[in-house]
């Protein structure tokens, strides 16, 4: 299955511009890629294949060897952050709590598997390791709110609020 | 040289300082298993199964990778070794699919062999969680089942540093790690060329060329068809290792023989069609040197290559030959010249091709290589596959006495069958296209410069007051060096033989497999080239243009090499492609 980001490119001008400016930067060290890759990452907030492929000409790498690089570090995100950014920890604590539910049934609601963001890029999904809330457990964020002793049950109502 | 003594199991052993325990120890004949290690492109020290014991370390070292030191003592099959690699392998198997019956390499499986050699059986010990993954059979010539991939990553090697391809790598990390291509796409949507170079170095049965020897059985028995078959140089080189025998057997005779035997109504060889290529890319060559056409030449027989050229180089396109590969061209002829002569209808002829490749597979269905309006070949089958076919009639390959091509399309020259060789379609074209540009009858046509297995081979002839300057490549990494030069303008050639696998096609992804411990230390791909060589020394006839048989088709049928007919027929057309496949 293609792992290409379901929501369209929308690259600018200037951050292109920006990325070749990174690419000239780097291009003659030593291992210029993992400088080129954080710096892309930061300029668009992801690696999308439009911006791994400038990278791959530019530098003659691989398309492969640098996704492969890319999915090996967790620093690196293959899709953009949404709108409202989920992230459901999957901490010890919150784990034996049933995070692992919670996580399923967002996914079922918004459609979206862990890493990935919705096509209309309103949602961004993440699984997160302990966020320091044990006491909160199983605990969620969207954005910057916190929801803590979640249970399956209240998620829809949750999510209808960011929905619309 | 600089020599290190050490010893080896208690046995002195003296070798060039640098070397490896692994080669130390191979010069001793003492065997270590190996799985990961592949000689100069995949010396990662990954998967443990060589590890020995190095008296004063305090754990186990990885031989393949471990430099020898003078005075070293080393122990190969200690009780704790055996356990070490034991565990290994117990480990390998738990996250394996371990059908081994219906495996495609049982009996040529490295990993299946070593399970053999320290008794690790298949009681699911180990087993726990296994890793999900799907069979990929998106490409025209090759399946990826990773249910059966231990990770050793030499694929990735071989397409990364001897093809300069890379569509395949290591993707994720940890428990999720795979071999995959980029954005997990398809194989098919990727630039991959079809080579099949990941296939004869894939240690299990993860890869495979997608077999055809069903639909050729099929042809076998419809009697209705006339089905021919064609047999590759390379073939020839080979095909007797499937049966035992040494690499460097020539198994030309028992080959055509054991052809026979499985009922095909003409046992044909490529090498007609070799010299076919050779009489036409001759012509094209002198008609562009002498009318200022598209210099360098590149020759075009070898598909994985055309590949290549489209997917990366489409500036290049019109330095390719316009002539298709010798499969096509004896499709091609069969179907025109040879259905007239014999009277049958073109659509009722049926081409098998035994190729020594696996991106033959992807040719046949190419654009414009249908000279009669039907595709010029209809099946291809490679190396591997004939030697299953031969084995299920139950033919008993070494017992046959030699037997000879049919005629007419058996005939052929020496020049036809080093086109099997890196080297060889050059060396072959020189000896036609000197003459035709001289109008002189050549003393010594053994043109030996361009011989050999270097990746990358030069050599400049004086022809007719003209200095022609040529140029061998094969494997696509060093392919990749000579055209870079090309478009920056720094290679001043006329002609350029380019050949997709290393060594050319003895060494093609169709080939009969040999363990990587074998492959490591033993020039295969050159004790192959000599049975060509050989053959070629042996023929009555060893300049393509004497040809007999295609003296009588230009004669009775094409006119001359170039006309309007031969260039309807023998030639073909190319297309840009991305780099990045359709990804
Ligand atoms: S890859 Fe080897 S071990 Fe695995 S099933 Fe095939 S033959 Fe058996
Ligand atoms: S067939 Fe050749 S190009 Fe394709 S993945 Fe295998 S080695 Fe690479
Ligand atoms: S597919 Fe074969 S060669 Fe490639 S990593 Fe897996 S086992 Fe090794
Ligand atoms: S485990 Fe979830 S907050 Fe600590
Ligand atoms: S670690 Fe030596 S062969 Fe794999």
Redesign the pocket.
Known sequence: MSKKSAVPFRGTKEQEAKLYEVIEKYRNIDGPLMPVLQGAQEIYGYLPIEVQKIISEELDISLEHIYGVVTFYAQFSLAPKGEYQIAVCLGTACYVKGSGEILDKIKEIIGVDVGECSPDGKFSLDATRCIGACGLAPVMTINDEVFGRLTVGEIPDILAKYMN | MNMVNLKINNIDVSVPAGSTI?QAAKSANIE??????MKEIN?????????VEVKGARSLV????YPVNEGMEVFTSTPRVLKARRMTLELLLSNHNRKCLSCIRSGSCELQALCNEYGVDNDGKYDGAKTESEIDDSAAHMYRDNSKCIL?RRCVAVCEKNQAVSVIGANERGFATHVGSPFEALLDETSCVSCGQCIVNCPTGALSEKDSTAKVWEALSDDSKHVIVQTAPAVRAAIAEEFGNPIGTDGEGKMVAALRRLGFDGVYDTDIAADLTIIEEANELVERIQNGGKLPMITSCSPGWIKFCEYNFPDLLDNLSTCKSPQQMFGALAKTWYADKMGIDPKDIYVVSVMPCTAKKFEIGREDEDAAGVPDVDAVITTRELARMIKRAGINFNGLADEEFDMPLGSSTGAGVIFGATGGVMEAALRTAVETITGKELGNFEFTEVRGMEGIKEASYEVGGLNVKVAVASGLANAKELMKKVQKGEADYQFIEIMACPGGCVNGGGQPIQP?SVRNFDDVRGKRAAVLYNIDKNMPLRKSHDNPVLKEAYAEYFGKPGSHKAHKAFHTTYVKRSRFGTL
């Open positions: 692994l270590i298993p190996t799985l990961c290690y010396e990662i020290g990954a998967c443990r199964i060589c590890v990885a031989s393949c990778v050793c990587a």
